[in-house]
Nanobody, 124 residues
Framework: QVQLVESGGGSVQAGGSLRLSCAAS????????MGWLRQAPGKEREGVAT???????TYADSAKGRFTISGDNAKNTLYLQMNSLKPEDTATYYC??????????????????WGQGTQVTVSS
């Protein structure tokens, strides 16, 4: 059974930090490519970060230097550490998994499995 359950969202002031977690079923965690997407009201969905089985990562330009994606294989859990948050980071964040042609934020449309999303709100 495919299952992705996010947690860790919330409200924070600009400059603050949050860590998102995604508990994944074993089958989902072993897809080989997992990541985080986000969607803000009125905006298109955006790939934020991805990580593959070899721990190679990609980031959206907007996330580079501020966000870090990581995984804990023992816990089948994916994380997104977000630092120096900005109001424009406000969005619903989704944990995703699947089989994109390349494990990259550029291929976010190919992620087959999605969590329910967790809201992140950054105030100025």
């Amino acid at each position: 059974q495919v299952q992705l359950v996010e947690s860790g969202g919330g409200s924070v002031q600009a400059g603050g930090s949050l860590r998102l977690s995604c508990a994944a079923s074993v089958d989902t965690y072993n897809t080989g490519c997992m990541g985080w997407l986000r969607q803000a009201p009125g905006k298109e969905r955006e790939g934020v970060a991805t990580i593959d089985g070899g721990s190679s990562t990609t980031y959206a330009d907007s996330a580079k230097g501020r966000f870090t994606i990581s995984g804990d294989n023992a816990k089948n859990t994916l994380y997104l550490q977000m630092n120096s948050l900005k109001p424009e980071d406000t969005a619903t964040y989704y944990c995703v998994a699947g089989f994109p042609p390349i494990c990259s934020v550029a291929y976010w449309r190919f992620f087959r499995f999605w969590g329910q999303g967790t809201q992140v709100t950054v105030s100025s």
